[in-house]
């Protein structure tokens, strides 16, 4: 039923912000689909173990998170919305580049609610991304075999590692 509700909301949100926004271009497009996604960090080197043990209950935490849903989803309850382990990216389809993200508890330096991105470089997969505090981020989207991979470099400099664990399409 939250669930429902949410979509029904974002769906409006997004509606009156899109007569306001440039019809998408393909990068954005193709980007807008590569982020959609529940990403949980990588622990040491990246290897098949290493990317099972990462998704490892992500099902699990994407559920929890829309139990946790605000009944009403605004800007301001959308910031107090955390995951447990990953970052939740929800694009919002009819705003290009506008997404939902939902970062883990981990992540205090990356603010929770509507944010958005952008095409910095499409053939080296970097991707401007700005939270909903206003805060811009380098991320860059990657594979390592069949996994999408994403790199976000934190405002301290370190690079935090993420695999694609659970897909999510962008709302409507």
């Not at 382990?85 to 705003?95: C, D, E, N, V, Y």
């Not at 999510?168 to 409507?172: C, V």
């Given at each position: ?6 979509f ?5 949100a997004?509606?009156?912000a899109?007569?306001?926004t440039?019809?998408?271009?393909p990068e ?10 529940m990403?949980?960090?990588i622990?040491?080197s ?5 990317i ?12 929890a998170?829309?139990a ?16 447990l ?11 290009p580049?506008a ?5 883990p508890?981990?992540m205090t ?5 509507l944010?958005?991105f ?39 400099g ?9 897909p ?5």
């Open positions: 039923m939250k669930r429902a509700a949410l029904a909301l974002l769906c409006l997004a509606t009156a899109a007569a306001q440039p019809a998408p271009t954005l497009t193709r980007a807008t689909t590569a982020l959609g996604a990403w949980r960090p622990a040491g990246i290897t098949g173990a290493s099972q043990a990462a998704c490892a209950g992500a099902e699990q935490e994407m559920q998170l829309d946790a849903m605000p009944a009403e989803l605004t800007d301001e309850s959308a910031t107090r919305v955390r995951g382990r990953g970052l939740h990216i929800i694009p919002i389809a009819r705003t580049g997404a939902y993200f939902f970062p508890l981990s330096w990356f603010n929770s609610g944010g958005g952008s095409v910095i470089n499409e053939a080296e997969g970097f991707i401007g991304v700005r939270d909903a505090g206003g805060q811009e981020f380098a991320f860059q989207r990657g594979v390592a075999g069949s996994h999408p991979m994403l790199r976000i470099r934190r405002p301290t370190e690079i935090v590692t993420l695999v694609g664990c659970v999510i399409a962008p709302l409507e």
